[in-house]
């Protein structure tokens, strides 16, 4: 390949360390390997002289593959001898991970500080590592237990109101633990978090506090202020009716907002409180008719809302500081303490986890004879996917490098690995460093023009907001590097289909629908597609989450499309997995009907739900000696697993139930046999490490889950004809030629409800408690303001992730939105949790880049004349008990007076789904928090003769529907050979049947016209069912 100029002076510089910014398909890759190639043949450096790092096994391995493929072609060319000893000593090269070179580094000096060489091949597996750790926490809160400490004790309470519930507490202390391993010293930064503490004012806070406050409420007050403005100017021009009063009003609090950004920046708080108090006595009223200016006023006020629910804290400062000072120094001792157990198991196992590997190099790297050797050896050094890199990392490097023999290269638009402690502020240091040459590359060569510049104009508007980090200036901007990418282009497709279904319910339940709808909409385009010659390989669906996987996998069976999902929601929640750890738990516990009826239900057992209920029916007797009367046969299998289970060794076992029923053989597809592999090496592992047996590993297990992270095993070929769906994490540094996006119109920023919030840069802060409440103090608010600002900044990374895989084509998903789209983005929209969606369509200008299509789809003539809904329930995996001494913490939804109405009804409803599985038993319920009211309406359900009757034919829950007209979701459907019955939940407050008959006549009437469409040969039944009555309401067509 021909270099450009620009690429040609990359690949050429020499005598400064290098930093070069390389936007997405900007072809960097090619330009390293061409560099190596440079610094090889012309420079005469040897390959065993360069060190060249990156974060992954996959792009270590690409990077030899090609320098090894350049090197064999230019050895072709001209063999040289000094050729060909590179080709020699490419194999043991340091091209490699950062990890895989720090773990050199510990091999070849851990002499320096004592280190036992053995544990360098003993890193622990995850389940090992979590199993150290669990024994850890449980040492050190053991013999803080035996301190009766009081402090301890009122703690403990505020992470959970049941004494024996400490699970929450433990893992605050893990996360604070693993907070502090970022950091170079982390014993300096565990001692810093009590610094904010000694405060009695806000201007003996810590500098990074106060920079931090004036910066958010800056933020906000620049929002009022363009608010205000924007609001002027609508009633200037589109108000017919003015009045001196009203415009005075305006004028009046335009300039109080503007005395207000003035103090905020710069004065003492209390300064900022008496204006903050001026600017709160302005009102502007409403008027009736001027729908524009009332949505305008509506605007300013709600941000308005947004300054004041993060301002009055700084009066408490002194007594907060006083009061929790003990309690964070608790946390302090409880981490080290738990930080020092850890390490002590990790030596007597003579192992090492993942973090050691960077912390021992840094280590052993401040002894000069180990960095001096390094420096001497390496003359280029180069790191890949540089805005990913870590305090500690960018430390080692800087103790191997010459101070100018350094070659970075990044994106700080693609840094989204927040949550693995990436610090992009490290790289931006770098481009504003002085001492460092810097290049931008400013070709893509992965897409087609239009979606180039499509690109270019909503990141223009979207990363260029003043009050944020990130920017889309004129070096960012790229264009096309090969005339192919101007050819044969379409338009970015901007899917909005309307969501027409009638909404009664709250917000889940609206987002809920929505994403069957997107699903849909996605599935139907796809479907297209592949009828006009594209292959489902080409085709990649990216989701912001896996929660979203759900509804793609309805809609994908939906239209017979083949699909991937690299489903990283964590390996123990693989249903393969769940069903062995059923049937282990099961062993332990023989007498459980619970876990009887989950393994009877799954492969194992292969009983359906009316086998299961019959069982249940056939005497009092319990459901093992059922089974034992009604199929023998299964029943003494179970018996001899059981058996086997006290006699053999946990992998011997597992071979055994694996082959159960021929579970592993017969009922897996390749990637859940792959998952239970995965499994069965992990028994292995910890087998070898640990003897506890299945007790211990089942605790461990039972520890891990809600945490669990690791990877489902991948089992599929990459020329697999099948779509593929990923979420943008996933499908960092892939391109696929058609991109679908599953957007979104709401930022999903978390709201910070935790017992206890962290952050790596200020600290940590628990709530203010009293005798009777808990609320926010200054100081957590300043830390929940840091980490919303980083949550917004790393969104739009990644949808700027998310929208440069495409090569071909670019499709964005999402329902029309309802809000207005005249003002362009700002920091005010995305404080106000607007999504990627609002973003984008706030950024479109050029109309010949893109498309919106917001026709709502017709599938209905793409779905099979008769569909089935088969009874397919999976019981949830049951929550594993620790000894008494630990009782998992579990989140609950309190029905007794805390939620809205619509709320309640929202709950309520989830829960109606769900009652084939749990039968709503006394433990299920209690387990629910739900009040008397609740707890009668669900029970009055269940036991109605005709809820039983319906499920005793083939039925489903939220089933999805399309028509030319609208899409839906019909809440629950059941059906025999004669007759097809909807069902609509409602939870409306109402007095008689007929309020609901007029309210929902024509949403119902709209049902049965699918249905009948569905089903012609079916008589089609609609009911209500009301939980505030408690009824069954039959629905009768409307005669037309």
Not at 1 to 16: D, P, R, S, T, V
Not at 793 to 801: A, D, F, I, P, T
Not at 920 to 934: H, R, T, V
Not at 1018 to 1026: A, E, P, W
Request: charged residues 25%; proline residues 2%; negative net charge.
């Amino acid at each position: 390949m021909k270099h450009n100029a620009q690429q040609l002076e990359i690949i050429n510089a020499l005598g400064k360390n290098i930093m070069v910014a390389a936007s997405a398909g900007a072809g960097k890759t090619t330009v390293l390997i061409s560099r190596l190639m440079k610094r090889i043949q012309q420079d005469q450096v040897s390959v065993n002289q360069i060190c060249a790092m990156t974060f992954t096994e996959k792009a270590a391995t690409e990077m030899k593959k090609r320098l090894a493929a350049s090197l064999n072609k230019a050895y072709e060319e001209s063999p040289t001898s000094f050729l060909y000893s590179q080709l020699q000593q490419l194999e043991t090269a340091q091209i490699s991970t950062i990890h895989s070179f720090c773990l050199s580094v510990i091999k070849e000096f851990g002499y320096l500080i004592g280190f036992d060489p053995a544990r360098t091949s003993n890193i622990l597996s995850n389940n090992s590592l979590e199993h150290l750790k669990h024994l850890a926490i449980q040492e050190v809160f053991e013999s803080y237990y035996k301190k009766d400490d009081p402090i301890f004790l009122e703690v403990s309470s505020w992470f959970s109101s049941r004494p024996l519930d400490v699970s929450s507490f433990q893992k605050a202390i893990m996360d604070i633990y693993n907070t502090s391993q970022i950091h170079l010293d982390s014993q300096i930064f565990l001692d810093d978090l009590l610094t904010p503490y000694h405060a009695t004012s806000f201007e003996e806070l810590p500098i990074i506090y106060q920079e931090t406050y004036r910066h958010f409420m800056s933020i906000v007050v620049k929002s009022l202020n363009s608010l205000i403005d924007t609001l002027e100017n609508v009633y200037l021009s589109e108000v017919e009716k003015q009045d001196d009063k009203t415009y005075q009003q305006i004028v009046e609090m335009d300039q109080q907002l503007h005395n207000l950004l003035d103090v905020v920046t710069t004065r003492s708080l209390s300064e900022i409180s008496q204006q903050a108090q001026l600017t709160f006595k302005c009102t502007i009223k409403t008027i009736r008719g001027e729908d524009t200016f009332n949505q305008a006023r509506k605007n300013l006020f709600d941000s308005l809302k947004i300054f004041l629910d993060t301002f009055f804290y700084q009066d408490d400062l002194e007594i907060v500081s006083k009061e929790q000072r003990a309690h964070i120094q608790l946390m302090i001792d409880l981490t080290k303490a738990y930080g020092q157990h850890f390490e002590t198991l990790k030596q007597k196992h003579t192992a090492l986890d993942f973090n050691d590997i960077e912390h021992l190099a840094y280590q052993i790297l401040c002894y000069k004879e180990a960095s001096d050797t390094l420096k001497n050896r390496y003359e280029e050094i180069l790191v890949d996917e540089f805005q990913d890199s870590n305090f500690f990392q960018e430390a080692i490097v800087n103790l191997i490098s010459k101070g100018n023999n350094v070659f970075r290269v990044g994106d700080v638009k693609q840094s989204i690995y927040g949550f693995r402690h990436a610090k992009p502020d490290i790289m931006r240091a770098h481009l504003n460093n002085p001492d460092n040459e810097v290049y931008y590359l400013s070709n893509n060569f992965r897409s087609k023009e239009n979606i180039v510049e499509f690109n270019n104009m909503v990141f223009k508007q979207v990363m260029n907001i003043e009050e944020f980090k990130d920017s889309y200036t004129a070096q960012d901007e790229v264009t096309v590097g090969l005339d192919s990418q101007k050819t044969q282009q379409v338009p970015v497709v901007l899917h909005l289909p309307e969501n027409k279904q009638e909404v009664m319910e709250d917000e889940e339940v609206l987002t809920l629908q929505n994403a069957k709808l997107i699903a849909l909409t996605i599935a139907k385009s796809i479907q297209r597609q592949h009828k006009s010659g594209k292959s489902y390989k080409d085709m990649c669906v990216l989701v912001r989450s896996h929660i979203r996987k759900v509804e793609l996998k309805e809609a994908f069976e939906t239209f017979d499309i083949p699909y991937y999902f690299d489903d990283r929601e964590g390996f123990t929640h693989a249903y393969s997995v769940q069903d062995v750890l059923n049937g282990i738990r099961l062993c332990q516990d023989p007498s459980s009907d619970f876990y009887l009826s989950y393994f009877l239900l799954s492969n194992f057992g292969q009983l359906d739900e009316n086998s299961l209920a019959t069982l249940r029916l056939h005497s009092s007797s319990s459901l093992m000696s059922n089974l034992n009367e009604l199929y023998p046969h299964l029943y003494q299998s179970l018996q001899e697993l059981i058996k086997l289970f006290n006699k053999t060794s946990l992998s011997e076992f597992l071979n055994h139930l694996y082959s159960f029923n021929n579970y592993y053989h017969d009922h897996l597809p390749l990637e859940q046999k792959s998952n239970l592999d995965l499994l069965y090496q992990k028994v292995v592992d910890y087998e070898q490490t640990v003897h506890t047996g299945w007790t211990g590993f089942m605790e461990q297990i039972a520890f891990v889950e809600d945490n669990d992270k690791s990877s489902n095993a991948v089992a599929i070929d990459e020329n697999e004809d099948v779509v593929k769906v990923l979420t943008i994490h996933q499908s960092k540094g892939l391109q696929f030629p058609i991109v679908y996006y599953f957007s979104s119109s709401k930022l999903n920023i978390q709201d910070s409800n935790a017992s206890l919030i962290i952050d790596g840069d200020m600290g940590i802060a628990f709530y203010h408690h009293d005798d009777i409440s808990k609320r926010k103090h200054l100081l957590r608010v300043i830390i929940e303001q840091k980490n919303q600002l980083s949550e917004i900044e790393e969104s739009l990374r990644l949808l700027y992730v998310a929208l440069t895989r495409a090569q071909e084509q670019l499709h964005i998903v999402d329902i029309l939105p309802s809000q207005d789209l005249l003002e362009p983005v700002s920091s005010y929209s995305l404080l106000n949790k607007e999504g990627h969606t609002l973003s984008i369509l706030r950024s479109l200008i050029n109309p010949k880049l893109y498309s919106i299509e917001s026709n709502t789809i017709d599938v209905l003539s793409t779905l099979k004349k008769e569909t089935t809904f088969s009874p397919s329930f999976t019981l949830p995996s049951p929550t594993y008990f620790q000894p008494k001494e630990t009782i998992p913490y579990k989140v609950t939804l309190d029905l007794s007076g805390t939620l809205s109405s619509s709320e309640k009804g929202t709950y309520l409803h989830q829960l109606l789904e769900h009652w084939p599985q749990h039968q709503f038993s006394d433990d299920y319920l209690e387990d629910k928090n739900l009040n008397q009211q609740a707890i009668n309406q669900l029970l009055a359900f269940r036991d109605n003769s005709f809820t039983q009757h319906l499920h005793t034919q083939q039925f489903g829950y939220e089933i999805g529907y399309a028509t030319r007209e609208e899409v839906g979701i019909m809440d629950f459907i059941s059906v025999n050979n004669k007759e097809v019955v909807l069902v609509d939940f409602k939870s409306d407050r109402v007095d008689s049947e007929q309020t609901l008959i007029d309210r929902y006549q024509s949403q119902i009437d709209r049902y049965s016209q699918v249905l009948t469409l569905q089903y012609p040969q079916h008589n089609v039944q609609t009911y209500i069912y009301s939980l505030v009555l408690e009824k069954y309401i039959h629905i009768k067509k409307t005669q037309n």
